[in-house]
């Protein structure tokens, strides 16, 4: 992951084809939280944290907080620039309105005495740069956004999938090489689901072209892009991607997952037949006989599964936890009050302490928030505001265990030894932790009994 001190190291840059799948709680959320949307971002080695050499192409997704996945893709010249210029037009933006606003004072002031001069001097100089540059940046600006729009566009289309939302034609050659041989198609399979109404899975079909290095990949997303009936819904689904499957009905495509379904109706596990009566689908959307769910899960999980397709429990901290971490909000805050109170008086030790007492309150508000709940494959932690997922089948193992030394917590192994945790008060969420633990029992053979 990228790292930097002082302004000096590595970091992500840019921001292309921003695509958020859940509805924010409000317009401030995503600052707020810092549940970012997926996005595409180039990694610099930066000073001053300006952008000085990119090193890598990633696409980021997942985020919460500062915790994301990412997959490696394909540098382009197009995906460079904006990550380039963004953050020097970020700067450039302000600095040239603030050059041009301060200037201007200074020009109004010389004006009595000096007249027309007064745009000859130093200040006269800045302030007509000032009025170049601003509206030169907010012009480029502009540019690259409208430009990203059509690979959004290409994005929303496509729908959420296992590699975030990431553009199959920007996938490496070791990605689209762990791709399900079903997820490509034939020009005619492609346009007959174009001519059908099927986007989603036409617009699969183009950009694995493209990323097969095919011609008619590109002809046929204009083409995709292009089609009227789709167009009258793009604004709306720009607008809302997370209601992406009202406003595309049956837009749903199966997953790009690295391991193929056994075909025939088999059970994954151990490939014995399945009938109506023993068959089951689990919560990463793979069929089990009954048997290997019980043996996974323990007695009664198969009829769990079926009873609750989207398990989901409250999470909330140990009622201790709670109670330490009020007091400790509350006591910072009645310190501040104290020396607001010496420094400034009563009045303001009253807003010092009013301000301790209501973030106190937003934290117990949103610790009973916290939800686990499975779903689309993944497991999702969190509040609404901050939730993140990770896929069933990152997950190599479950603990439990005390987080911060005295904080019980049921804890996720993730790939590259990162662990991912929910709080643990009393076995609400037992249900949840044994579903998980039978995802990772069902990948390894059952045994006879």
């Not at 997942?62 to 915790?67: E, K, L, T």
Request: charge should be positive; hydrophobic fraction near 45%.
């Amino acid at each position: 992951m990228p790292s930097s001190i002082n302004g000096i190291g590595t970091s992500y840059c840019g921001c292309a084809a921003a695509v958020s799948w859940e509805k924010p709680d409000t317009k401030l959320s995503t600052f707020i939280s810092g549940n970012r949307p997926d996005h595409d971002v180039v990694e610099c080695f930066v000073i001053a944290f300006l952008p000085i050499l990119p090193l890598k192409a990633w696409h980021t997704y997942q985020w919460g907080g500062n915790v994301h996945q990412r997959i490696p893709i394909r540098r382009s010249s197009g995906l460079l620039l904006r990550a380039m210029l963004r953050t020097y037009l970020m700067i450039l933006l302000p600095g040239s309105l603030a050059l041009a606003f301060f200037c201007g004072i200074q020009v109004a002031g010389d004006w009595a005495r000096l007249g027309a001069g007064a745009f000859t001097s130093d200040a006269g100089i800045g302030f007509a740069a000032g009025l170049v540059l601003f509206p030169a940046a907010l012009l480029q600006w502009i540019s690259l956004r409208n430009a990203d729009r059509r690979n959004r566009d290409v994005r929303l289309l496509l729908g959420p999938h296992d590699l975030g939302s990431s553009d199959p034609a920007s996938w490496t050659e070791e990605t689209l090489s762990a791709i399900r041989p079903s997820m490509f198609l034939k020009r005619e399979e492609a346009r007959t689901a174009l001519t059908e109404g099927r986007f989603a899975e036409a617009m699969w079909g183009a950009r694995l072209a493209v990323a097969k290095g095919e011609s008619w990949g590109g002809t046929l997303t204009d083409q995709i892009l292009g089609t009227q009936a789709l167009l009258e819904k793009l604004p709306a689904l720009r607008k809302a991607p997370w209601r992406r499957g009202e406003i595309l009905p049956g837009s749903s495509m199966p997953p790009p997952a690295p391991s193929e379904i056994p075909a025939g109706p088999v059970c994954a596990r151990d490939q014995a037949p399945l009938t109506d009566a023993n068959a089951i689908l689990f919560y990463d959307g793979t069929w089990y006989c009954r048997e290997c769910l019980e043996d996974a899960g323990g007695p009664g999980f198969s009829d769990f599964v079926k009873a609750e397709p989207v398990p989901s429990r409250p999470a909330p901290t140990a009622w201790f936890v709670q109670v330490i971490a009020a007091l400790a909000l509350l006591g910072v805050g009645a310190l501040l009050a104290y020396v607001a109170q010496e420094n400034y008086g009563w009045s303001r030790a009253v807003w010092v302490f009013s301000a301790s007492l209501a973030l106190c309150g937003y934290f117990l508000f949103q610790d009973r928030r916290c939800l686990v709940r499975i779903e689309w494959g993944m497991v999702v932690i969190g509040p609404k505001a901050r939730k993140t997922g990770r896929p069933l089948h990152w997950i190599s193992e479950v603990r439990r265990r005390l987080w911060l030394g005295f904080i019980p917590s049921v804890a996720l192994k993730l790939p590259g030894e990162e662990w991912a945790t929910w709080p643990r008060s009393g076995e609400g969420t037992e249900p949840i932790e044994r579903a998980v633990r039978a995802a990772v029992n069902l990948r390894t053979p059952r045994v006879p009994k």
